[in-house]
């Protein structure tokens, strides 16, 4: 295969036209007629994604609570819930453009904050409710958001969190919300049922992201109404959803995968999306499976690997009831792939992706094409997706490299760089995801590593320095390094190399202080659940911290 080929399917692989047809044949056209509005006039995604279905007497949401309760939510439901909070959003000077936030639970209130969001013109950011105050404070100030609606359980981390912007506590617990903090549950009846949508055009934002980096902050990453069209694309190529179809994507809305395939990517084709308040088990999946007759699912590894832990038997409750399932956030280890054909007779499928790009390689459950065990498959119709070298040059078969999109032959690629930097990552016509890949000869794309220090652990996206900067708050460091150490279950987990100050003394305690102060401040989910102490860091003459040592240490060491 020459470079001018990669990332498109190779003529000498037979048994894959459908393939083929999509994405020699790709036509931009096509997938704009799908929507009523006009990128180019006038769109409003809460159209695209709720108003257009309404009359159609159709579910918009399956919604199960943590304590058991459950609801239906129709189209028509989400329509005057979303028209409330958009007249509320009017109402404190909120126009489009601006940003609202949320952190809150797998509720349908969600849903409706950022339907109601959408109505009025504005951009949602999306908060993951196990962040600490730390990353709440960042992501509110990169964002400069005029609201945050959060819930009771959720409260209290804002008081440590300066220069807040006003609250909204919409919350299905009965109890009072404190003085100066708006109520959902008394504002929304005041408001008007129905909010006339305000039409934006493609290159308008619409979501405001945050992403991990390994020598900075997280960085913002617009998202702008264009990208709707990816969404809708992945939905149809790589997930293969059909009206038929129940749909149940795992993973949590505070990301992108759960916000961009669990709720816009289902809404957008007028199809129920499930949302479940709990935790992660493998008997609450199993019984939601059951339940609503689940079909097609979608989620991480990290879950994957915990169903096949709890064996074949526990499986048998819903064996062949899937038809198509999705991974995506990590590599799938191809044991996962075994065990779900054998255990739960169903095809499991690599997907990969980035908040900034969306879904952009796949092994496509919509399109026929030659199945690599061990790829991430193939480049999703719409995108030219091609290995680099340093240089910039695109590379042959067998060639480890950087994956990168051809933006000028990509019609679907959105991304044009962070809120307010510099995007480096985009030259020369191409934008460079820093991972490391190799192109296959059949033009799959075999996934071999991060080229940077990004941690990824149970399908999370950890980036190192937050880690760092959060101990080194603690007022025994002075010095702190976080790299991933290789994990069976969790692909990674958080391992944190800590200098401490004059006059503390390393111990168990204190370790244990240490990660319980980072889980706290930061999230509960990126703090370091290993800590070693040292005696100094491994850096560059020039004073350069060589994260690169230490994790190239710890694979050594879980390979011996």
């Known amino acids: 295969m020459t470079s001018e080929l990669a990332g498109t399917p190779n003529a000498g692989v037979q048994d894959r036209p459908a393939y083929e047809t999509a994405y020699a044949n790709f036509d931009l056209e096509q997938v704009k007629s799908q929507f009523v509005g006009n990128f180019d006039t006038g769109i409003n995604a809460c159209v695209e994604c709720c108003d257009r279905w309404v009359g159609s007497d159709r579910v918009a949401l399956n919604w199960e609570g943590v304590d058991g309760s459950s609801d239906s939510v129709t189209f028509e439901r989400l329509q005057v819930m979303s028209a409330r909070f958009a007249n509320f959003l009017t109402a404190q000077g909120i126009k489009a453009g601006d940003v609202v936030a949320a952190m809150l639970p797998r509720t349908p209130e969600l849903l409706a904050v950022m339907l109601g969001t959408w109505r009025a013109g504005a951009v949602y950011q999306p908060m993951f409710t196990a962040f600490g105050p730390k990353a709440i404070e960042h992501r509110l100030k990169v964002s400069g958001a005029k609201l945050l609606v959060t819930d009771h359980a959720n409260r209290p981390k804002l008081d440590e969190v300066p220069n807040a912007p006003p609250i909204m506590i919409a919350s299905r617990r009965d109890e009072p919300v404190r003085e100066g903090d708006f109520d959902a549950r008394i504002e929304m009846p005041k408001q008007s049922d129905t909010f006339a949508p305000v039409l934006r055009k493609g290159d308008d934002l619409f979501l405001m992201m945050a992403t991990s980096g390994t020598t900075g902050a997280a960085k913002g990453v617009p998202i702008p109404l264009k990208a709707l069209q990816t969404f809708l694309a992945y939905m149809q190529y790589a997930i293969d959803l059909r009206p038929e179809d129940k749909f149940w994507n795992i ?222 708050e603690h007022p025994s460091v002075a010095e702190s390094a976080v790299v991933g150490k290789p994990d069976p279950e969790r692909t990674e987990i958080v391992k944190a190399f800590v200098v401490l100050r004059a006059g503390f003394q390393a111990s168990d305690a204190l370790a244990e202080e240490l990660s319980q102060y980072v889980k706290r401040r930061l999230s509960a989910h990126a703090f370091p659940r290993e800590i070693e102490f040292r005696t100094e860091l491994p850096k560059t003459p020039s004073g350069k911290l060589q994260r690169f040592l230490l994790r190239n240490a710890e694979k050594a060491a879980a390979k011996a």
Do not use: C
């Not at 097609?296 to 526990?314: D, F, H, K």
């Not at 496509?364 to 094409?369: E, I, T, Y």
């Not at 340093?390 to 051809?406: K, R, T, Y």
């Open 251 to 472: 993973a949590d809305p505070g990301w992108a995968y759960g916000l961009y395939y669990a709720v816009i990517g289902p809404l957008l084709l007028g199809h129920t999306t499930t949302f479940y308040e709990g935790p992660f088990t493998v008997d609450s999946t199993y019984r939601i499976i059951d339940k609503y007759g689940i079909t097609n699912l979608a989620g991480a590894p990290t879950a994957y690997r915990l169903i096949i832990a709890a064996g074949p038997e526990a499986a048998s409750r819903v064996k062949g009831k899937l038809r198509a399932v999705a991974s995506a956030g990590e590599p799938l280890n191809p044991e996962v792939i075994r065990w779900f054909s054998e255990h739960l007779a169903a095809p499991i499928f690599d997907h990969y992706g980035q908040t900034e790009v969306g879904m952009v390689v796949n092994n496509h459950h919509g399109l026929d094409h030659q199945f690599l065990p061990g790829s991430a498959g193939l480049s999703m119709p719409g995108h030219r997706v091609v290995v680099l070298d340093d240089e910039g040059n695109e590379l042959g078969p067998n060639i480890p490299g950087e994956l990168a999109i051809n933006i000028t032959r990509s019609p679907l690629h959105y991304f044009t760089g962070y809120w307010q930097q510099a995007t480096s990552q985009i030259a020369g016509g191409y934008y460079r995801t820093g991972d490391t890949v190799e192109l296959e000869p059949s033009g799959h794309i075999s996934f071999v590593g991060r080229a940077d220090d990004v941690i990824t652990s149970a399908g999370y996206r950890i980036g190192p320095f937050d880690v760092e900067s959060a101990l080194l």
